[in-house]
């Protein structure tokens, strides 16, 4: 089985300052790893993922994350926040065979301050 | 280009009661999953459709269940409401099964059970 952890509940940035929000993950097996990302009153919308390849993946809106299996993590991160970056973010996990389902973890509010 | 659409927006229902929640998947897609989002948590998944078949489950009891329309559309229903069923029901689609398959969200329907 596979599971996630988010380890901050918040993150607070001011505006143009650099952005990191930590996800690491648990797996038996290889994984496939995604952030997405929720605005108020909406669904979620992908940022990016990682299914195989280069271990930095680069995403919308300027973000990226490294996938470090050693380190069993895939931290999000970008070098300056605007304030309409201001959202939920969460990390997502599947297993890499003919799973359907993504594991959620319990997401990162990053406040973007002024 | 339509993207996920579901209906009803907000529900609001009695304890006991049984519930239906629709969904149009985006425009091209074939397959159809359903999350279940607690307040201030990552979205659970319940399941997903394939070709009209429920093709993996999550841990969720028989009370919920589903069913996808030859258009590909889908439908979550969910009897005896217990008041922990309150919460955002996200209906993802993408354009096959398997989880490296992006999924694309609906802004979902939120159920209050009272």
């Known amino acids: 089985a596979q599971s996630v952890t988010q380890l901050d509940s918040q993150v607070p940035v001011f505006e143009e300052a650099p952005v990191e929000l930590r996800c690491n993950y648990s797996?038996?097996?290889?994984?496939?790893l995604f952030w997405y990302v929720q605005y108020p009153n909406q669904g979620l919308q992908l940022l990016l993922k990682y299914l195989s390849g280069s271990t930095l993946v680069k995403g919308i809106n300027g973000f990226e994350a490294e996938f470090k299996k050693s380190e069993t993590s895939f931290h999000l991160t970008k070098p300056s926040a605007h304030m309409s970056d201001a959202a939920e973010y969460f990390c997502a996990v599947s297993a890499a065979d003919s799973s359907y389902k993504l594991i959620f973890g319990s997401g990162t509010r990053l406040l973007v301050r002024p | 280009d339509a993207g996920v659409t579901q209906s009803p927006t907000h529900l609001i229902k009695t304890r006991g009661q049984q519930v239906t929640l629709r969904c149009s998947p985006k425009s091209g897609h074939d397959t159809v999953s359903w999350y279940q989002q607690a307040l201030g948590q990552g979205p659970q998944f319940i399941f997903q459709?394939?070709?009209?078949?429920?093709?993996q489950r999550g841990n969720f009891p028989d009370r919920f269940s589903g069913h996808q329309f030859p258009n590909y559309s889908s439908e979550l229903n969910v009897n005896a409401l217990l008041l922990g069923d309150s919460a955002l029901y996200l209906c993802a689609s993408s354009l096959v099964p398997g989880s490296n398959s992006p999924l694309h969200f609906g802004n979902g329907t939120r159920l209050t059970v009272t």
């Open positions: 797996s038996s097996v290889s994984v496939y």
């Open positions: 459709y394939y070709e009209e078949e429920e093709r």
